[in-house]
């Protein structure tokens, strides 16, 4: 009894196995952010504040290694803006998920463009639409975010992004079987 070889290669077929497997995690991810909403906008605020932090360290350390005046005052100023900033979303953050409501706005308008853009360049090939769909969700999105802040901001960041995950994963899970079926066909 022979097997017969598979028109897929096995490292294709490995990182198809991943990209489905991050589909399907961003999926879930998304479903449980919207289910609790206000801890999952109290955790990206959390974890925004923590990369500012770090972020305000680093330039510290960058300051420490500079030979000129100028620049060390310039990276000593950004690591004091970007610690100041980490530590006031670390401390308090329900003020700091107001704050991140306009930046995610700006954000998912930024992500919309990208995706509508990367469409228009992958346009000729199979489920390059999927791009267009994501970036349409994206935009609405944003639009979403502008028109309810301050008034939602505690629960609209955990719900956005909840929902911005959610049809990322399937996004991804529908643009990665699609790979898949044309490949082995």
């Known amino acids: ?21 991050l589909a399907v995690a961003m999926t879930l991810a998304g479903v449980i952010a919207i289910l609790v909403p206000i801890v999952s906008g109290v955790a ?8 500012f932090t770090m972020a305000g360290l680093l330039h510290f350390l960058f300051a420490w290694k500079l030979h000129t005046t100028r620049g060390v005052f310039w990276e000593l100023l950004l690591g004091f803006l970007y610690l100041f900033s980490g530590l006031y979303l670390i401390v308090h953050p329900l003020a700091g998920l107001m704050s991140l409501t ?7 308008l930024f992500k ?3 995706q509508i853009v990367h469409f228009f360049q992958m346009q000729p090939r199979h489920g390059s639409w999927w791009l267009l769909f994501d970036g349409i969700i994206s935009l609405v999105l944003a639009v979403m975010i502008w028109r309810s802040w301050p008034v939602s ?4 960041v955990g719900t956005l992004v909840g929902i911005s995950l959610l049809f990322t994963g399937f996004s991804r899970l529908m643009l990665t079987l699609t790979a898949r079926r044309v490949l082995a066909a």
């Open 112 to 114: 919309g463009v990208v």
């Open 1 to 21: 009894m022979s097997s017969v070889p598979s028109p897929i290669a096995p490292g294709v077929r490995h990182a198809f196995g991943w990209s489905i497997a």
């Open 44 to 51: 990206v605020t959390l974890i925004v504040g923590w990369f």
């Open 153 to 156: 901001s505690v629960w609209v």
């Open 102 to 108: 306009l930046f995610l706005a700006a954000y998912f």
